[in-house]
């Protein structure tokens, strides 16, 4: 937990810096509303699938994006999201189970870019940055599954492109790529049945991508939205209070689609 305050708490300050600026320096500020298709599966060693999670995801969101100097561009976005989907899998003993999954984040990234003038119509402009989601994921105890509830947090750094193009005065299209590589990985699992305690797991690091392609018509803005994260298998920890017994996270991948719509000033 004290490393998700310091990790927060730094990005806000990118946040609250960039929402300070003046009507001079600031480009644009966005403020938008989603919805996501959430897919979440975990992996066996031997490749087969252990569950499936999929459901809508809400989404609240801001973004700030300024230019200190004609070229460089500082960008800084926030999000919080959650929903409840459908978990369909099996008890640690492979026994088929199927239950609710409620889940709540946060997302915060930050980028520096720098502005190409591709065309009278057009710019373009490659940015890195890091970036960080934080989330709980609580699964329901029902007559055939035990539920608990895991803590993630993934810090990662980011590089792509970005650009736009003016179609008139009035609308230009957008869109954006990127690669993202964690940084750090850390999962503390609560509440699992028959521990004495919680634990903590360190899901592996492997890249991921996310992309992004819209239209905006005068303040209106909308777009749709890919975005993927993956973790390979963790190493093995003992589980408080069950002597003998080991925990791992599974090999585990996330698929984000959705829709993004809002204003911006």
């Given at each position: ?115 190409v003038q591709a065309s009278d119509y057009s710019t373009v402009e490659p940015f ?138």
């Open positions: 937990m004290k490393k998700f305050l310091l990790s927060a708490a730094a990005f806000f300050v990118i946040f609250s810096i960039s929402l300070g600026l003046s009507p001079a320096t600031a480009a644009n500020l966005d403020v938008y509303i989603g919805v996501d298709n959430f897919i979440w599966k975990e992996f066996d060693t031997d490749g087969s699938r252990l569950l499936k999670e999929k459901g809508p995801v809400y989404v609240l969101g801001v973004s700030s994006k300024f230019n200190p100097t004609a070229d460089l561009t500082v960008k800084t976005k926030g999000e919080i999201y959650g929903g409840i989907i459908d978990y369909d899998g099996q008890t640690s003993i492979g026994t088929p189970a199927q239950t609710d999954t409620t889940y709540f984040g946060i997302k915060l990234e930050g980028d520096l870019g720098w502005k890195a940055g890091l970036g960080m989601r934080w989330w709980a994921r609580d699964l329901e105890t029902t007559s055939t599954a035990s539920g608990y509830t895991e803590i993630w947090r993934t810090i990662y750094a980011r590089v792509g492109v970005r650009g736009d193009y003016k179609v008139s005065d009035s609308t230009k299209m957008f869109a954006e790529v990127a690669y993202k590589l964690p940084v750090s990985n850390d999962e503390t699992v609560h509440n699992y049945p028959g521990a004495s305690g919680n634990f903590d797991l360190k899901p592996g690091k492997k890249g991921s991508m996310s992309a992004e392609l819209g239209v905006q018509w005068k303040l209106f803005k909308a777009s749709l939205f890919y975005e993927t994260m993956r973790f390979s298998r963790s190493d093995y920890v003992a589980i408080p209070g069950m002597p003998g017994f080991v925990a791992c996270q599974p090999k585990s991948h996330a698929d984000i689609i959705g829709l993004r719509a809002g204003f911006s000033f």
